[in-house]
């Protein structure tokens, strides 16, 4: 029978967290933690007779002895909204399932509701794109209502980790993992587990702001809500209460028909921040959210960070070492080595990292004598 090729096609994200979009920097991946192959020559995936059978290994090579847990996804159709996750046994599975139905009823919470923030842990997390290698054998509990920092110099991984935390690596087509990664107990990468759903109890605020522009504040507060088919009761006290809880309503309560792509910078990233809140995420995910920001903006953003840590979990990436004092209860100190893949070095409360580290490495880096 002659090969097939990989099927094609678009995810969309209905978390209502953040628009779906490509990782920065290229298609490949956000930074240059990539490496892989190009589309091209990524293996064939041949289906079996039941249109939902496992293939052939994938991903061999140099490292083909320590993917021990390995887990390959395919791209799912274009008029599928879902894939069902491949087994831990070094295969890729050959077909997208098909969606289950959607609920009889939107689930419904009032305007002040919110789900209980919920804890994070990541077992034995190994990354790939391609053939590159970027994370080893990584292993992090993140506690409920918590702020964890990861901090670490350019490349090391950080970034990919904080995507493979709401399942935002399995976007990239070369992407590889291996580990798992745990929301109160739940493997959300268990076959079980819905990649929207995980998405919306795992929210995620870039780098670079991206409210939609042509969308009014109060529809981009809003906009979750509708792709999640969610109902709640009193709306416009909903859109007061996540863009107070975000520092922003003071500044926006008189024109909240104004377009989001009009507010500042700062306010854009905000304005992001209510639209997470909007949808009751569970774990806030935060990937240097203030490093295009001037110093003011910097200031109410940690403080919004600060403020809803009480309701949800917060994980953050950042390079500002002053900052990570600042907002979190623990520091995740990642390293990487020349043509290595990045692993933590120390995992401690954030005094202990800055006054007192195990690690000399630790005590170079957060003191700026590296990096």
């Known amino acids: 029978m002659p090969e097939e ?43 079996g007779a039941d249109d939902t059978s496992v293939a052939q290994p994938v991903g061999w090579g140099k490292d083909s002895r320590n993917r021990t847990e390995q887990v390959a996804r395919v791209t799912p159709a274009r008029d599928a909204t879902s894939v069902t996750p491949a087994a831990r046994d070094q295969t890729v599975i050959g077909e ?12 419904t919470l009032a305007p ?70 745990e929301l109160d107990g739940v493997d959300i990468y268990g076959r079980e587990v819905q990649a929207t759903e995980t ?49 922003l309503w003071n500044e926006v309560r008189n024109r909240l028909g104004a377009l989001g792509g009009s ?26 959210p203030c490093s295009a920001l001037d110093p003011a903006s910097t200031r109410r953003i940690e403080q919004t960070i600060v403020e809803i840590a009480s309701d949800v979990t917060i994980v953050i990436v950042t390079h500002n070492m002053q900052q990570a004092q600042r907002v979190s209860q623990q520091c995740a100190f990642f390293l990487a080595e020349e043509n290595q893949p990045g692993y933590i070095v120390e995992i401690a409360p954030t ?14 880096y957060v003191h700026g004598r590296f990096g």
């Open 5 to 47: 090729e990989p099927v094609e096609g678009l995810i969309v994200d209905t978390s209502g967290s953040v628009p779906v979009v490509p990782p920065e920097g290229g298609e490949a991946q956000a930074d240059d933690e990539t490496g892989g192959k190009s589309d091209g020559e990524r293996p064939a995936v041949r289906p």
């Open 96 to 107: 997208v399932a098909v969606p289950p139905p959607m609920p009889t009823g939107p689930p």
């Open 112 to 181: 002040g509701e919110a789900r209980q923030a919920a804890s994070l842990k990541a077992v034995g997390i190994a990354a790939w794109f391609g053939e590159h290698k970027v994370l080893e054998n990584v292993n992090l509990n993140m506690p409920a209502q918590s702020i964890t920092a990861l901090i670490g110099p350019s490349g090391c991984g950080k970034s990919t980790f904080i995507r493979i935390l709401n399942r935002m690596h399995e976007l990239v087509p070369s992407a590889e993992l291996a580990g798992r990664v």
């Open 199 to 247: 998405r919306q109890a795992i929210g995620m605020v870039f780098q670079k702001p991206n409210p939609f522009p042509a969308m009014t504040i109060k529809e981009n507060v809003l906009s979750g809500l509708k792709l999640t088919r969610t109902k709640r009761p009193k709306k416009d006290e909903l859109v007061e209460d996540c863009l107070q809880r975000a520092g």
């Open 263 to 288: 507010l500042s910078g700062g306010q854009q990233q905000r304005l992001c921040i209510a639209r997470s809140l909007a949808v009751r995420p569970r774990v806030l995910l935060m990937d240097e």
């Open 351 to 364: 005094t202990k990292i800055f006054d007192d580290p195990e690690d000399p490495r630790t005590a170079d």
